[in-house]
């Protein structure tokens, strides 16, 4: 199942749901440190908050180097092993992640229409696991409407056209892991 695939989105299958819960918890008390308009992104969206674990140092230009951030050490503990999931699920023996981080879609709120085009978007696979959804929440992928429920692990194709929209009355948490394999030649690519 490893590398890039041409689909839209890819189902990786249940994940452990006391990691989940423990996440759910934690990212909607008042203290969860969420960041609007996050300034490492090149792209700043209304309505949508970050909480960075790791990030590329060399955002957008590539994806093998990256660090962990101050929140890290917070979540580890529950993220890790689901890192070390979506990794199994997708035939990677060795890898590393890009990207890892919670993204919220405030209630009533959507995300354009658009492809990560950018460097460090082109090699890791991109899994989002739902933390906290309502069936209102719809990505399109091509035209094509996809709801991901909570606890699910499932690669969204980034490089084709793709929205998000957050019809419900809740604000939707997904942790988003970009992955890639240590294996492959083209891991630079």
Same mark, same amino acid.
Request: hydrophobic share 40%; aromatic share 6%.
């Given at each position: 199942?490893?590398?890039?695939?041409? !689909?839209?989105?890819? /189902?990786?299958?249940?994940?452990?749901g006391?990691?989940?819960?423990? %996440?759910?918890?934690?990212?909607?008390?008042?203290?969860?440190?969420?960041?609007?308009?996050?300034?490492?992104?090149?792209?700043?969206l209304? !309505?949508?908050?970050?909480?960075?674990?790791?990030?590329?140092?060399?955002?957008p230009?590539?994806?093998?180097?990256?660090?962990?951030?101050?929140?890290?050490?917070?979540?580890?503990?529950?993220?890790e092993? %689901?890192? !070390?999931v979506?990794?199994?699920?997708?035939?990677?023996?060795?890898?590393k992640?890009s990207?890892?981080?919670?993204?919220?879609?405030?209630?009533?709120?959507?995300?354009?229409e658009?492809?990560?085009? /950018?460097?460090?978007?082109?090699?890791? /696979?991109?899994?989002h696991?739902?933390?906290?959804?309502s069936?209102a929440?719809?990505?399109?992928?091509? !035209?094509?409407?996809?709801?991901?429920?909570a @606890?699910?692990?499932?690669?969204?194709? /980034? %490089?084709?056209?793709?929205?998000?929209?957050?019809?419900?009355?809740?604000?939707?948490?997904?942790?988003?892991?970009?992955?890639?394999?240590?294996?492959?030649?083209n891991? @630079?690519?």
């Amino acid at each position: 199942m490893s590398g890039k695939f041409e !689909g839209n989105v890819r /189902n990786l299958g249940d994940v452990p749901g006391e990691l989940i819960s423990g %996440l759910a918890v934690d990212l909607t008390t008042e203290s969860a440190p969420w960041v609007r308009r996050d300034q490492r992104f090149a792209t700043k969206l209304d !309505g949508v908050d970050h909480i960075v674990l790791r990030f590329p140092t060399d955002y957008p230009n590539s994806h093998l180097s990256a660090a962990t951030t101050q929140e890290w050490s917070r979540w580890s503990s529950l993220v890790e092993p %689901l890192i !070390g999931v979506v990794a199994e699920r997708l035939g990677y023996e060795r890898h590393k992640t890009s990207k890892v981080m919670f993204s919220r879609l405030r209630a009533g709120m959507s995300i354009p229409e658009h492809v990560d085009s /950018n460097p460090s978007s082109l090699v890791p /696979n991109k899994v989002h696991i739902p933390i906290r959804t309502s069936p209102a929440v719809i990505f399109t992928v091509d !035209g094509i409407s996809y709801h991901i429920p909570a @606890g699910r692990a499932a690669e969204l194709n /980034n %490089l084709k056209r793709h929205a998000v929209y957050n019809h419900s009355n809740i604000d939707r948490i997904h942790l988003i892991i970009e992955i890639y394999s240590l294996d492959t030649e083209n891991i @630079g690519a």
